[in-house]
């Protein structure tokens, strides 16, 4: 394997390790010469809570307090190096064990994913796109060393999850609502040398999030500390694991108290715009008159691996190459601070978003950067025209208004 490129080749080697990816007959990798057990999600076995033990609350109410108020139930399997996965289990949600010596809480041997189950204006229930979080989950695994797993057996367990507390949780009562899955990826291996955990679990939990796509007046940004970057090329800020959150948190309080909403994160001495907060960043503007004047949608690329694959992300380049062809040009490519600053003061700036499962689409009003204010135009107030149509159609996949391969219909248990 060549020197310089250690980090990619090692990932492409675990990645063709999974048998599972490679010919999708069998998902367990080899302890030397026996096939160990893959995780299977057709094992899963059920315990369920008593039904009647909690209610479930308003959305207000559940995002009031201090804690995540989750659902009856979450998903667990355990990996042992000696011996694969093992049967996932379905049972009644509550506290995991784990030794204080445990590999997650030393070295960050920690992957997750978030994905929203969406209550349909047709009753159905649906996971958008959950085979690209799986997926995903798969990387942040296999490059922080955890192991690794079909993915198509984690989006099985996700819907399991749902089938079980869909109902309940997300009644038909509540159209238009949502439920915030969480799976993860911990290392439990409770020995305290620096390496690779030889057990780890993974678990599957769903709760209610506060609504966060449209804050009143729109999300305002506050740039990066000129000392402090949130990833960096040959870093790991392309994967969800948890080392990249907490150390933010620095930036996004300051930011907070100074009355912006998150951190606009910008990278290198040129100031590329990279993300926003833990959601990736949009910018709707005209080129200038000597490149043609059009309208272009930018967004960050992925090539240099700095910032996250959102499926998001993926979705709004995806729909609006198809659905605003000839109107918005879509372009990946890496612009700076300075470029946004430039088409604000020239009048090119158009619009601008954020985009995550989190904050969903959600308009950017204002933007500071070192002493310097940019604000952009949002439209009736809430909104500019495009960020507000690529919202609408996302939406309508989501919910079922329009039925797309996108949105996954769950087999509720009644
Ligand atoms: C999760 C996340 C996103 C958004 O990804 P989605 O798949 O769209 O939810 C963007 N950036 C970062 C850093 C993230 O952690």
Known sequence: MAAEDLTSTAMDHKIAEQPALANGKTNGHTNGTTALPGLDASKLTITRADPTARAVPDQATACSGLETICTDHMITATWKHSTGWSAPELKPYGPLSLMP?????????????????????????????????????????LRI????????????????????????????????????????????????????????????????????????????????????????????????????????????????????????WLYGPEGY???????????????????????????????????????TRRSVVELARERLAGEVEVVERKYTIDEVVEADREGRLVESFAAGTAYFICPVSQIRHRDHDIHIPMGKGESGQYTARIKGWMTDIMYGNEQHPWGVVVDEQQ
């Open 273 to 311: 715009c990279t993300e926003a907060g833990a959601s990736n960043f949009f910018v709707l503007w005209r080129t200038k008159e000597e490149e043609g004047g059009k309208l272009q949608l930018v967004t960050a690329p992925l090539d240099d691996k700095l910032i996250l694959d959102g499926v």
């Open 101 to 141: 010596t445990a590999s997650v809480l030393h070295y960050a041997t920690e992957c997750f994913e978030g994905l929203k189950a969406y209550r349909g204006h047709d009753g159905s229930l649906r996971l958008f796109r959950p085979n690209l979080n799986a997926k995903r989950m798969l990387m942040s695994s």
């Open 145 to 264: 060393s955890l192991p690794g797993f079909d993915p198509t057996q984690v989006e099985k367990l996700i819907l399991a999850l749902m089938a079980v507390d869909g109902p309940k949780w997300l009644p038909r009562s509540r159209p238009g609502s949502y439920l915030y899955l969480r799976p993860a990826v911990i290392g439990t291996q409770p020995q305290l040398g620096v390496q690779t955990t030889k057990e780890a679990l993974l678990f599957i939990t769903a709760s209610f999030m506060p609504l966060m796509d449209s804050p009143q007046g729109g999300l305002k940004l506050h740039t990066n500390p000129e000392d402090m970057i949130r990833a960096w090329v040959g870093g790991f800020g392309y994967a969800k694991v948890g080392a990249n959150y907490g150390p933010s948190l620095l930036a996004t309080n300051e930011a907070r108290a100074r009355g912006f909403g998150q951190i606009l």
